[in-house]
């Protein structure tokens, strides 16, 4: 009879394990599991891509050291490379693309969830949602025979207000630094547009009533209380736009001019880390060559961590002092 008992015992699923089942069936510990595997996979291909930039530049990191960072010779035949030209263009047209993009695409967003009527707003945002899919290289061709031809034209007059500064001096033959911020703003603008103007829309309606009770205008209502309110995801949505501009290739190759030079000048043609991998690394023959632009690749990748982590600092300061 003892030994019954304690065959049914033993049978019987401890405590530990019978709430695990529970949770088990009722889906809980399923969707954790899912999820932490999701999240655990991004970790692995984020680690494991900067694994391999790491790994296969090694060559080049071993050769030029910290040096390649601040050197600005790039000569294929001497088996000479310096990562500077490239990280100054990157830097300098996606400052540029974000100079033009952030007024327009924030100020297009305001229009389009608080003061424009909902039958336009609907259909304008259609339209830049439909931008936002247009790809790369189309925007490149747009770039070559729309852009830079009209920039042709306003450039007497850009030069005869702010020829006087560094920036924009010097001759203008269409490809340019100039163009490559430009065509770049065009491409960033719809993503502002269409993340701020979902976060604007979010804000409570309690927020605006409130204001408009305490007799703000509609005007007031918007800029005073609704803007920073959605705040971060405004800013986040210009940091996608940022990720977007630094990475860009296609575009960017096509109006940039693809001169490994540092110019003041934005009328001047230069180059991006992502246009000179795209360009020259099915030509590169050596193993130096390779490991270079591999190394680029690294460079670009750590360049866009830094300035990511730099802007959630600042939005975390920036939440500090209105606390």
Same mark, same amino acid.
């Given at each position: ?11 019987? *699923? ?8 529970? $949770?088990?069936?009722?889906?809980? %510990? ?11 996979? #991004? ?22 050291? /910290? ?13 000479? =490379? ?24 924030? @100020? ?8 424009? *009527? ?8 259609? &339209? ?6 247009? *790809? ?12 830079? *031809?009209?920039? $042709?034209?306003? %450039?007497?007059?850009? $030069?005869?207000?702010? @020829? ?23 491409? #960033? ?18 927020? $605006? +009533? ?9 005007? +007031?209502?918007? /800029? ?17 736009? &940022? ?12 109006? #940039? ?21 795209? !360009?020259? =690394?099915? %030509?590169?023959? @050596? ?8 190394? &680029? ?10 300035? !990511? ?15």
């Amino acid at each position: 009879m003892a030994a019954s008992s304690t065959t049914v015992a033993s049978a019987t *699923p401890s405590r530990p394990v019978r709430s695990y089942l529970q $949770r088990l069936r009722s889906g809980d %510990e399923v969707a954790y599991v899912v999820t932490f595997m999701a999240s655990a996979t #991004i970790l692995l291909i984020t680690g494991l891509l900067v694994y391999e930039l790491f790994i296969n530049s090694a060559e080049s990191r071993s050769k030029f050291g /910290w040096n390649f960072l601040v050197t600005s010779t790039w000569d294929p035949v001497n088996d000479q =490379f310096g990562a500077l030209p490239f990280i100054y263009g990157t830097l300098v047209s996606s400052a540029l693309a974000l100079l033009i993009g952030i007024p327009l695409g924030v @100020g297009a967003a305001i229009f389009l969830a608080e003061l424009a *009527p909902p039958k336009i707003s609907d259909a304008l945002t259609f &339209l830049i949602e439909l931008l936002a899919a247009v *790809p790369s290289v189309i925007y490149g061709l747009l770039g070559i025979f729309v852009l830079v *031809p009209l920039l $042709r034209q306003v %450039e007497p007059a850009l $030069r005869a207000v702010l @020829g006087w500064t560094p920036f924009f001096s010097g001759p203008f033959y269409g490809v340019s630094l100039f163009s490559a911020g430009v065509i770049l703003s065009v491409m #960033i603008i719809p993503f502002i547009i269409s993340i701020s103007r979902e976060v604007i829309l979010a804000v409570p309606g309690d927020q $605006r +009533e409130a204001a408009l009770a305490l007799g703000a205008t509609r005007w +007031e209502t918007t /800029w005073d209380v609704v803007v920073p309110y959605a705040r971060k995801g405004i800013m986040g949505s210009i940091f996608l736009a &940022l990720a977007r501009s630094l990475g860009e290739t296609m575009a960017v190759t096509m109006v #940039i001019g693809n001169d490994p030079k540092i110019k003041a000048s934005l009328f001047a043609p230069g180059y991006s880390i992502a246009a000179v991998i795209a !360009n020259e =690394f099915t %030509e590169a023959t @050596g193993k130096i060559y390779t490991s270079a632009l591999i190394e &680029l690749g690294l460079v670009l990748f750590a360049l866009t961590i830094v300035i !990511n982590g730099a802007a959630r600092l600042l939005v975390m300061d920036s939440d500090k002092g209105h606390a």
